[in-house]
């Protein structure tokens, strides 16, 4: 592609993968990486529960959003900067990294110290200002493609962090619009071996946002393994019929501790560790 040719992101400036290391986990490098937990955290309760259950299912990342971007204004907007005390609560109970979105640069004076990875969400794929900054931080951060944006525009959102100095750049594939309803998204599974023809950088699917349906994400997540995805970031919660979001495409804990014993079972003829 073109306009990719002298960028950072691109194969030709780098021909080893980028394996991005979070204290002792990797996202790349022949790892699967599960990041999993609630779309939003909501209580105390609730994100405790999740984190000891998926932790104990062997996932390493707890996701976890504090703000939360709704389509509706009047939809459930996240618990805020008080959600920074439940974010402190799972490190002490739990050995799990957190992962969680940044919707605004000046929300880094409380999240830089507290989260192990920013999540830039599909809605701000082009917010270039908060590319720029999130990118000079030198955080692990989880780029999520826009809904309708091409590969390209896609890597050219990430060579803003590239650009501002950032390596630590995890690109996620979370679903593209299409003229299809029955899923939410339709997800783009052959992104994943497109985007590692293109770019060094390591490539996770979203089979909950991807799908819409809690059905469909266990079929996701073994594509996403059988073609080559560095990992996956589901959502988690224990009780999905009563969450504040996203609930139709949250597994329960049970539903969670089945698929990564499925997974690891197909990691192993994969060739990769989980
Ligand atoms: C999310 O992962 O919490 C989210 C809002 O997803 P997306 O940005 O892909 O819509
Ligand atoms: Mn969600």
Do not use: W
Not at 87 to 110: G, M, P, R, S
Not at 135 to 160: C, D, H, Q, W
Not at 236 to 258: C, I, M, W, Y
Request: hydrophobic letters at 40%; glycine letters at 8%; aromatic letters at 4%.
């Amino acid at each position: 592609m073109e306009r990719l040719a002298h960028t950072k992101v691109s194969k030709a400036s780098k021909a080893e993968p980028t394996c991005v290391r979070v204290e002792n986990v990797l996202i790349g490098g022949g790892a699967f990486t599960v990041i999993a937990g609630p779309c939003a955290m909501e209580s105390a309760e609730q994100v405790l529960t999740t984190a000891r259950a998926v932790e104990a299912s062997g996932a390493k990342i707890l996701r976890g959003s504090i703000f939360k971007p709704r389509t509706s204004p009047y939809s459930f907007q996240g618990i805020g900067r008080e959600g920074v005390d439940l974010i402190k609560l799972v490190k002490q109970e739990t050995n799990l990294l957190i992962e969680t979105e940044i919707l605004l640069a000046q929300h880094l004076d409380f999240l830089a110290s507290e989260v192990d990875i920013l999540r830039i969400g599909s809605r701000n794929m082009d917010n270039f200002e908060l590319l720029k900054t999130v990118g000079e931080t030198g955080m692990p951060v989880i780029l999520k493609r826009n809904m309708s944006a091409t590969l390209k525009e896609f890597l050219l959102a990430a060579e803003y962090l590239l650009d501002a100095g950032n390596e630590n750049v995890i690109l996620c594939e979370r679903g593209i619009r299409t003229f299809e309803t029955y899923t939410r998204n339709t997800l783009d599974l052959m992104a994943v071996p497109a985007l590692k023809e293109l770019t060094h950088l390591p490539v996770i699917i979203d089979p909950s946002h991807g799908t819409g349906r809690r059905s469909l994400i266990a079929p996701a997540s073994q594509g996403a393994l059988a073609v080559g995805a560095d990992g996956l970031l589901i959502e988690v919660h224990p009780n999905p019929q009563q969450a504040k979001s996203d609930g139709d495409q949250s597994l329960n804990l049970t539903e969670f501790e089945r698929l990564m014993s499925q997974l690891k079972a197909s990691a192993e003829v994969y060739g990769k560790t989980l």
